[in-house]
T-cell receptor
Framework: GDSVTQMEGPVTLSEEAFLTINCTYT??????LFWYVQYPGEGLQLLLK?????DKGSNKGFEATYRKETTSFHLEKGSVQVSDSAVYFC??????????????FGTGTLLAVQP | DSGVTQTPKHLITATGQRVTLRCSPR?????VYWYQQSLDQGLQFLIQ???????AKGNILERFSAQQFPDLHSELNLSSLELGDSALYFC?????????????FGAGTRLSVL
């Protein structure tokens, strides 16, 4: 079945460091791909998305490119801030005959940014 | 604020009991999803409703059931609760059910079964 694999955390970085969180997926068809972020004590917020191959999603300095050839959707940010500390989830939208878009999530990666 | 409202925020109950979690979707959204977030299983899709009808089922236990009402709010009923049901339960909504549609999540209901 469809699945998402993302790098284990925690990832600890100093402020202004470069961030990469790896995400690869297995899916039939052409799913949409998402990054969601969960700040402490809060729900999930959509960070960015891409709906087809070679699409680049971007938001708040974060970027991810839908790479069909490597089945990847790695999250990057050039300069992280303390306020970026959160858990990041990679997800795909399963096609399932087109009737649903249930999300399949990776295990989440905790990012801790130190001043 | 996503516009998705979940109540209550916290629930503490005992094994064997039954609870109801409530979700109000964003205005205009027809599709509601329920997810469970636990330490051992991660974030898992439970069930989806679209305009009052069940659309898809995931890893939802038989002790759990859900429904979506004519005003589009949804309820997740959990019965014969076990310790392992302790988790964060999220509701999400989207305009329709297609794969390109963004799901907006509520803040969740934290269930503690003692």
């Amino acid at each position: 079945g469809d699945s998402v694999t993302q790098m284990e955390g925690p990832v600890t970085l100093s402020e202004e460091a470069f961030l990469t969180i790896n995400c690869t997926y297995t899916a039939t068809g052409y799913p949409s791909l998402f990054w969601y972020v969960q700040y402490p004590g809060e729900g999930l917020q959509l960070l960015l998305k891409a709906t087809k191959a070679d699409d680049k999603g971007s938001n708040k300095g974060f970027e991810a490119t839908y790479r069909k050839e490597t089945t990847s959707f790695h999250l990057e940010k050039g300069s992280v801030q303390v306020s970026d500390s959160a858990v990041y989830f990679c997800a795909l939208s399963a096609i399932d005959g087109g009737a649903t878009n249930k999300l399949i999530f990776g295990t989440g990666t905790l990012l801790a940014v130190q001043p | 604020d996503s516009g998705v409202t979940q109540t209550p925020k916290h629930l503490i109950t005992a094994t064997g009991q039954r609870v109801t979690l409530r979700c109000s979707p964003r205005s205009g959204d027809l599709s509601v999803y329920w997810y469970q977030q636990s330490l051992d299983q991660g974030l898992q899709f439970l069930i989806q409703y679209y305009n009052g009808e069940e659309r898809a089922k995931g890893n939802i236990l038989e002790r759990f059931s859900a429904q979506q009402f004519p005003d589009l709010h949804s309820e997740l009923n959990l019965s014969s609760l076990e310790l392992g049901d302790s988790a964060l339960y999220f509701c999400a909504s989207s305009v329709v059910g297609g794969p390109k549609n963004i799901q907006y999540f509520g803040a969740g209901t934290r269930l503690s079964v003692l």
